[in-house]
């Protein structure tokens, strides 16, 4: 059984940085694509940002140039550093990994249980 835990979610003024951390957890052999996606209340989950194992990224246009999406294969995990956070980036973050090879099966769509992210004006 894969596990995901996010952490370094928290309330900050708007202009400031955050760092979320994403740990996946099991027997992993590899995970091929890592995400972020968000949802504020009464809206739906949307993409923040994706990275494949190779390490290309993909952004949704809303943090382009503010955040930055980064791997560590060796630990399984993956970053989001959001910088200049505004109001509007409130939501809880959820980690996806969408496909982990364990030593037994393929995992698809995996999910975290989410991190709150506050931005006060």
């Known amino acids: 059984q894969v596990q995901l835990v996010e952490s370094g979610g928290g309330l900050v003024q708007a202009g400031g940085s955050l760092r979320l951390s994403c740990v996946a957890s099991g027997l992993i052999v590899s995970i091929n694509v890592m995400g972020w996606y968000r949802q504020a209340p009464g809206k739906q989950r949307e993409l923040v940002a994706t990275i494949t194992n190779g390490g290309d990224t993909n952004y949704a246009s809303s943090v382009k140039d503010r955040f930055t999406i980064s791997r560590d294969n060796a630990k399984n995990t993956v970053y989001l550093q959001m910088n200049s956070l505004k109001p509007e980036d409130t939501a809880v973050y959820y980690c996806?990994?969408?496909?982990?090879?364990?030593?037994?099966?393929?995992?698809?769509?995996?999910w975290g249980q989410g991190t709150q992210v506050t931005v006060s004006s």
């Open positions: 996806n990994a969408e496909r982990i090879r364990t030593i037994r099966d393929f995992q698809y769509n995996n």
